[in-house]
């Protein structure tokens, strides 16, 4: 197996422009997870997917984030308009059984908002 | 609300040089405790998941435990190749999947 993929590896852009960032979980995983790390604050929860189903998406921190799972084998987060706070590294992670197995984490997507 | 906290933030040490990480935890309901060590430039890679007290983990020089309160992540004999940040992270009844992170300690071995 690939593992969980992620595209792209970088982005940088300019402030107020939209970023898809994008996400290929392990096969048969049935959970999807997107998170963010930044040096201040860790690693952070933004939305959760169960069966294709978003579950939790309490930390999303706003309306300019937003995220979507149209079947099993992709999912995508978007930032529209984009802002300079945004810049971190976002990672896909996808597991089975809801995350209780623990997850398996793609490469991350690091990117700048210029 | 469920919190993690890792200590120390970061860890030197010279190779063969023991010691033992910290994760402090508060968590209604505890399902799961994991281990997660993270290269600069890559995704966090599991380690180890601990469900119960006095349940114990080991991989190579890695050893993991867990009290009620606590976990550790012993390393023995540490190489070069072991440093890293290593994130403890713990799933909770209430919250539904959802792994909950410490800061990590990031562990430096020198040759």
């Known amino acids: 197996d690939a593992g969980v993929i992620q595209s792209p590896r970088h982005e940088v852009t300019e402030m107020g422009q939209e970023v898809t960032l994008r996400c290929k979980p392990i096969s048969g995983h049935n959970s999807l997870f997107w998170y963010r790390q930044t040096m201040m604050r860790g690693l952070e929860l933004l939305i959760y997917?169960?069966?294709?189903?978003?579950?939790?998406d309490s930390g999303m921190p706003e309306d300019r984030f937003s995220a979507k799972m149209p079947n099993a084998s992709f999912s995508t987060l978007k930032i529209q308009p984009s802002e300079p706070r945004d810049s971190a590294v976002y990672f896909c992670?996808?597991?089975?059984?809801?995350?209780?197995?623990?997850?398996?984490f793609g490469s991350g997507t690091r990117l700048t908002v210029v | 609300e469920d919190q993690v906290t890792q200590s120390p933030e970061a860890l030197r040490l010279q190779e063969g040089e023991s010691s033992s990480l910290n994760c402090s935890y508060t968590v209604s309901g505890l399902r799961g405790l994991f281990w997660y060590r993270q290269d600069p430039g890559k995704g966090p890679e599991f380690l180890f998941t601990l469900y119960s007290a006095g349940e114990e983990k080991e991989k190579e020089r890695l050893k993991a435990t867990l009290t009620k309160k606590e976990s550790f992540l012993h390393i023995t004999a540490p190489k070069p190749e072991d440093s890293a940040t290593y994130l403890c992270a713990v799933i909770g009844s209430s919250n539904t999947g959802k792994l909950i992170f410490g800061q990590g300690t990031t562990l430096q071995v020198k040759p």
């Open positions: 997917f169960n069966n294709n189903v978003p579950i939790d």
């Open positions: 992670a996808s597991s089975l059984g809801g995350g209780t197995y623990g997850y398996t």
